[in-house]
């Protein structure tokens, strides 16, 4: 995952996890064809898989990167064979999965019996190897890692290998040449020519001077003598937008490093849109949501402010700002005005109780436009629910403040109106212009939300700024029409228009009939960037032409197009053992039902809790962490007693019945839970997590296991199959459940997750 958010980006997660289900969906098919021979061979034949596996998971990574394999998102829709070299970069990393899960196959058939112990045993490494993967992490870079976790599989297979002494000795002396020789000579990961540290690497003299690894991603810093930063940078300015460094992470721009003291000439932010909060009036007290590399930070110090409360989740960013770019950044974060918290924005928010004048939050949008890139990415710092809680934190003269990129089509600075103005309606203010400014760059936007009405000297200030500045007010107090376009002539003045009926108590009938998505985004479904809508595609092509649509949203069709791709493979690969077995007789149909419930079921679950999660930890880290390894560790323990407690059909019934009842109460209770308890410590909410999914873990660990040994009574032959059908599933799940929870709201998947495990109750019915 953090290898392709590197080289591509991050939503090529989902197609991991669909690739690693792909494996072994595959292995059940290869197992069901092949079954009597492979039980035949199995002393040599589970050894060799496994250590092929770890041999193969070392070198995956490097034939990826190769010029044959290696693939770019952007020119995915652009040059079709792209597609194809994606589709080959599945089944690239495909292979070590197929290996290693063909060999544990053959332990799940020849062991049947045991099969709830084995079960276990697969399920608690699995949870255990999260772990130990993100503690490599800190210690070696991405691309040695592969090398370092193949170890683990090829002990396992040396364990368990037969012959003489010589043999083995000659086999285990050769397999760790190969690891020593890949960690000695890791593959160079090549991020793709759109990535920003690509672009940046091209300046003059650009060089990376420090990397870091982490479970947080890559850092990298670069440095050149002519790197610059000027978001929107008034014409008038005179300075040179000159900074230190600036830092990546996974390749993606995440901000400058720069000095902020006085005697180094005015604040280069005070020269773009950004400093309309400042313009304003004066502000004491200010809370800047995502720390970042600190140049809202310094905005705000550069103003004799107070006090100053930033967040940031991404511990190596705040580390590197107080050691290795404390001199760069002129010991930012040293100040005594300046208290840092290492957490996600909006946890943070929903713990605080201060009051301040202003908020700022991180700028929204990317200069010439995103291309959707973001559009899974969920951003509850963006969210309705966040801007109401930011109102709530403000004092009686308090503001918030968010600066867009221009984009076009409109998209970003629309959707950041429509969501002020949907919490100035929800909180009784019927006059949203008198409580909104907006002033307008070249480049840029920035809105700002008052809590009390914009004051006529406030309205006075902004003006004098704007005529100074060269900027243009969008939204203020007694604006005239021909204001807005003084300096800064727009070529669709349609953007006025837009904002007008924002501004109107007609704007729910604009967001219906905008091409784009700009209805505010809400905790249930936090993707703020995500603007495509399926009925407008149409005409969308007409005006823009067809081959410019995915453009508009690249991540969003990529997994589509992963869905499309990975779920023809799939049903392929479920349907392909029929041609042999056949679909008459022995529950053929049953076991589909059965075991694509369960699995469709389970990887729904797993995608909705781990979002859930992250707001409540404050770190996705964390999130991922303890909801896959407590998932994985109960749904374990579950299958190693589900022999005990699963003996008959009605057993199996009010299992299937517990399981959906649990899931539909997580649907209603479990946010207002975790937004109640958010507060505890960590040690605490460890307590709860476990206490809350440990019930549904374990209970959801016990069909596999009981349907295997259902089906080994009645048709032994089909348990690879069986197993294949529930990969299989997995793999198409994984993609649908992003999908859906980007149209239908997390809560929508719980629902659906619910259902999924009454599937297998109609399976069993015709057992």
């Known amino acids: ?82 597609a194809g070299k994606l589709l080959l970069t599945y089944l690239l990393f495909f292979t070590p999965f197929f290996f290693g899960a063909l060999a544990i196959g053959i332990l799940f058939v020849q062991y049947v019996a045991s099969i709830s112990k084995i079960y276990f045993a697969d399920l608690f490494g699995s949870g255990m190897g999260g772990l130990f993967a993100l503690v490599l992490t800190w210690i070696y870079l991405p691309q040695q890692l592969p090398a370092i976790i193949s170890i683990l599989p090829i002990i396992a297979g040396i364990i368990i290998l037969p012959g003489r002494s010589k043999s083995r000795a000659l086999i285990i002396i050769l397999s760790f040449l190969v690891i020593l020789w890949q960690l000695a000579h890791p593959p160079q990961l090549i991020p793709s020519q759109y990535k920003d540290i690509s672009k940046t690497l091209l300046l003059p003299e650009a060089k990376v001077t420090i990397q870091k690894s982490s479970p947080y991603g890559f850092v990298q810093t670069v440095t050149s003598p002519v790197l610059r930063y000027a978001p929107g940078l008034s014409l008038t300015a005179q300075n040179t937008a000159r900074v230190k460094a600036a ?199 920035t809105f700002v939300l008052t809590k009390s009405p914009v004051t006529v000297t406030e309205v006075a200030n902004i003006r004098k700024f704007c005529d100074d500045m060269m900027f243009d007010p969008a939204i203020l107090p007694g604006l005239k029409a021909e204001e807005r376009s003084s300096y800064n002539q727009l070529q669709d003045e349609r953007f006025f228009r837009y904002i007008d009926q924002i501004l109107s108590e007609n704007r729910k009938a604009f967001y219906d009939e905008y091409d784009f998505n700009i209805k505010p985004a809400t905790d249930n479904k936090p993707f703020f960037s995500q603007f495509l809508r399926w009925e407008n595609l149409n005409r969308l092509s007409h005006f823009f032409g067809t081959r410019s649509i995915p453009f508009f949203e690249v991540g969003y069709f990529l997994v589509l197009v992963t869905l499309v791709q990975i779920a023809i493979v799939s049903f392929v690969l479920i349907l392909l053992p029929l041609f042999k077995l056949g679909w008459s007789g022995k529950n053929k149909f049953s076991i589909l039902l059965y075991f694509s419930g369960i699995g469709l079921g389970y990887m729904f679950v797993e995608i909705v809790l781990i979002q859930h999660f992250i707001l409540y930890f404050g770190n996705p880290v964390y999130a991922a962490s303890a909801v896959l390894t407590s998932l994985l560790i109960f749904s374990g323990l579950g299958s190693n007693v589900s022999a005990r407690f699963i003996g008959s059909k009605k057993d199996s019934y009010l299992l299937f019945v517990l399981i959906a009842l649990l899931l539909l109460i997580d649907a209603f209770v479990l946010m207002p839970l975790l937004q109640n308890t958010i507060h505890v410590s960590l040690p605490i909410k460890l307590v709860i997590v476990l206490l809350l999914m440990g019930p549904l873990a374990f209970l959801m660990g016990m069909p596999f296991p009981s349907g295997l040994s259902l089906v080994s009574k009645s048709n032994p032959e089909a348990i690879p199959w069986a197993w294949g059908v529930n990969g299989c599933i997995s793999v198409i799940s994984t993609a649908l459940a992003t999908i859906l929870s980007i149209e239908l709201g997390f809560n929508w998947v719980l629902f659906l997750a619910a259902l999924a495990y009454c599937l297998p109750v109609i399976g069993l019915s015709w057992f």
């Not at 080289?7 to 072994?24: R, T």
């Not at 069901?32 to 770890?54: A, C, D, N, Q, Y």
């Open 247 to 445: 830092a990546f992470v996974n390749g993606d721009w995440f901000g400058p490093i720069t000095s902020w003291k006085k005697e180094d000439s005015s604040f280069i932010l005070d020269y773009t849109t950004s400093a309309l909060p400042y313009v304003m009036r004066k502000r004491n007290k200010v809370l800047v949501l995502r720390t970042s590399t600190g140049i809202d930070v310094a905005h705000a110090v550069s103003h004799d402010v107070e006090s100053i409360t930033t967040t940031e989740p991404n511990s190596v960013v705040l580390s590197l700002l107080k050691k290795e770019l404390a001199l760069a950044s002129d010991s930012l974060l040293y100040q005594p005005k300046v208290m840092s918290q290492r957490m996600e924005p909006r946890t943070f928010l929903m713990m605080d109780t201060a009051r301040y004048d202003l908020i700022v939050l991180p700028m929204t949008g990317t200069f010439g436009g995103s291309s959707g890139l973001y559009a899974l990415q969920e951003q509850a710092i963006m969210t309705r629910e966040a801007f109401q809680e930011m109102w709530l934190r403000l004092n009686e003269n308090g503001v918030i403040s968010i600066t867009s990129w221009m984009d076009y089509p409109l998209r970003n600075p629309l959707k950041v109106l429509a969501t002020m103005v949907e919490v100035l309606y929800n909180s009784g203010i019927k006059n949203p212009r008198a409580h909104l400014a907006a002033i307008r760059s070249w480049g840029t936007i």
């Open 1 to 82: 995952m953090q290898i392709l958010s590197i080289v591509q980006w991050h939503h090529f997660a989902y197609m991991i996890i669909s690739v690693a289900m792909l494996g072994f969906g595959a292995a059940g098919t290869v197992l069901s064809l092949s079954r009597t021979w492979l039980l035949k061979h199995s002393e040599i034949m589970v050894p060799v898989l496994m250590m092929v596996s770890g041999l193969s998971m070392s070198f995956v990574v490097g034939w990826s990167q190769s010029s044959f394999t290696r693939f770019d998102s952007y020119l995915v829709f652009a040059d079709y064979r792209q």
